[in-house]
Every structure is written in structure tokens, then in C-alpha cells.
């Protein structure tokens, strides 16, 4: 196996498709499938089942699927360490978020940071929890900052940061009443983000908990700006981190509602790659975020019952 091999092996499983995965690392189909099926007589194994509707990998791709993305991770690692060993190596980090937690919690840290440590390159990339991960276990980011959705990778160091609540909100214009119980919204209207969100997967939890079915969701939208735009608007109701509220909390369209019970909530925390040596700017920002990013602020001791 080479490096080249395994890392056309991972774009295929990422898009499920050989044009694609071709395009992604600049390589003619049939010089892609010639790795891969060079890949598959070298283990003896078929690493994909072929389909009209895609690629998928088999059970001994699966297996491989963690060893390639370890050995490519452990081969970056070896190379950052060497080069700050020889003094050589680039000051800069890629952090990976959500959008909520970028624009409200991370800014004013990461402008301290950066005023602290002026020849430290940062990037900021935005996506869903989903992405995050994918994109830590690819190598794309140095860092995520997500919400703790219990899963659990050894390859993985894990920082709790502080516990998020999450609000109910209306618009002003429905004159909505502050329900009794979740039982009474259960026929309500909602946005929300899409499936595979953890602010959905966080929606319908509190549902499910309680055993009630999940109220209707009108519409989906990728972005919790987005969706108070929507409630305000008067499409239904919507599940938000107060957090994401900003001065919306205090507009005339929408209107916040007491939630029936505890409050859902969700720990925000820091994912990084666990290595024998970490890169010196990933050491300065893990300093920091132990100094600057605090556990609980005094204004948030409310959240501690629902964490």
C-alpha cells in the first residue's frame, strides 16, 4: 500500500462514486480504478461492491476505511513534528464549527488569540456536525467545535466548554400562548435544521424522551439565522441555542417562550487528533482555550441543571 493509494481509496468512500472521487484527486477514472483494484489484489480482498446507484464499501473496506485514515493522519503528524524539530514548520491552525458557535462563543476568543500570537496563520471553516467530523478524521481540520453527542474515538482528545441552552421561540404575530406541556406541541408547526443536525438530533430527543411524537416540521433550513427569520415571519416555531438569539431576543417579530420542563441543552466542546507530539500553534491554542474559553460563566450557572 502507498499513500497515493489509500488516500484515492478514502475519496471513493466519501463520494460514493468513481467520477467524483476521480475528479477529487485529479486522476482519469481508469487510472482510479486501476489503484484501487491494485489496492484490492495486494490485501485480497474486494474493497467495494459496484452498483448502478454507487460505490459502496464492503465489510474489509469498512476495516480499512480507520487504517487509511490513520496512517495518512500519522503521516502528516510525522512530518509537522519533524519540521518543528528543524525550526521550519508554518505557524497555522484550521479550526472547523458550527455557524452559530463561530459568529457568538469563538469570535472575541479568537481575536484575543490572534492579538496574543500575531504570527499564528488561523482558518475558520463552518459546517454541520456531520462535516466536523468527517473533516477532523480527514485531516482538514486541527480542531472542531461541536456539541457532545455522546459519540466516543480514542483517536480523539475531548474538551468540555460550557453547556448551550436551547430556547423556544415564536413569532410575535401568532400571539402564541407558553404551552402547559410538550403534549400541547405536538400538532404545532416547526423549522428546524435537516436530519443528521445535532440541533435536530437535539428537537427530536426532547420529543422522544418524553413520549411524544415529534411535532411536524414545515420546513428545514441550514442555518439557525435562517430559521429565526422564518419564525419571525410566522411559519411555525423553532427550537434555537439562546446563544444564536443575539439582538434577535430583543425584536418586535419573535418572541421567546418558556419550555415546559427542563430546557434542552447540549455541552459544547472541543474535538482534536490525539498525537505523540502536537504541532506548537495547536499547543498555543488549547493553552488559550484553557485560559480564555471558560467552562461556565457566572451568567450561565442556570445552565448547570439542564447539562
Not at 485480497?44 to 465489510?59: C, D, I, K, N, Y
Request: aromatic share 4%; proline share 6%; net charge neutral.
Amino acid at each position: 500500500m502507498n499513500l497515493r493509494q489509500l488516500k484515492t481509496f478514502l475519496a471513493v468512500i466519501r463520494h460514493e462514486n468513481l467520477t467524483r472521487a476521480a475528479a477529487e484527486v485529479n486522476l482519469a477514472q481508469s487510472s482510479l480504478s486501476d489503484q484501487i483494484q491494485a489496492l484490492e489484489e495486494e490485501l485480497g480482498a474486494e474493497l467495494f461492491l459496484r452498483s448502478r446507484q454507487g460505490v459502496v464499501p464492503t465489510p474489509a473496506g469498512a476495516v480499512l476505511k480507520a487504517y487509511a485514515e490513520e496512517i495518512l493522519a500519522l503521516n502528516d503528524e510525522a512530518k509537522a513534528a519533524v519540521s518543528a524539530a528543524a525550526g521550519s514548520a508554518g505557524q497555522s491552525i484550521t479550526l472547523g464549527t458550527l455557524e452559530t458557535i463561530a459568529a457568538e462563543r469563538l469570535a472575541p476568543w479568537l481575536s484575543l488569540f490572534r492579538k496574543k500570537n500575531p504570527d499564528v496563520g488561523l482558518k475558520l471553516k463552518v459546517g454541520g456536525s456531520g462535516e466536523l467530523v468527517a473533516q477532523l478524521q480527514q485531516g482538514s481540520i486541527d480542531v472542531a467545535f461541536t456539541f457532545d453527542r455522546g459519540h466516543q474515538d480514542e483517536r480523539f482528545l475531548t474538551r468540555r466548554i460550557c453547556s448551550e441552552q436551547l430556547v423556544l421561540i415564536a413569532g410575535r404575530d401568532l400571539q402564541a400562548r407558553p404551552p402547559a406541556s410538550l403534549a400541547a406541541l405536538k400538532n404545532a408547526p416547526f423549522v428546524a435544521t435537516e436530519t443528521g443536525c445535532v440541533y435536530r438530533h437535539l428537537f427530536e430527543t426532547a420529543f422522544a424522551d418524553a413520549g411524544i411524537a415529534t411535532p411536524p416540521i414545515v420546513t428545514e433550513a441550514d442555518s439557525i439565522a435562517t430559521i429565526i427569520r422564518l419564525v419571525a415571519s410566522g411559519t411555525g416555531y423553532g427550537l434555537v441555542p439562546r446563544l444564536a438569539l443575539g439582538h434577535a431576543a430583543t425584536r418586535d417579530d419573535v418572541v421567546e417562550l418558556p419550555w415546559p420542563g427542563n430546557p434542552p441543552a447540549a455541552s459544547l466542546i472541543m474535538v482534536w487528533r490525539r498525537r505523540r507530539v502536537q504541532p506548537p500553534a495547536l499547543s498555543l491554542l488549547l493553552a488559550s482555550a484553557s485560559d480564555n474559553l471558560q467552562p461556565l460563566k457566572p451568567a450561565d450557572v442556570r445552565l448547570q441543571r439542564a447539562g
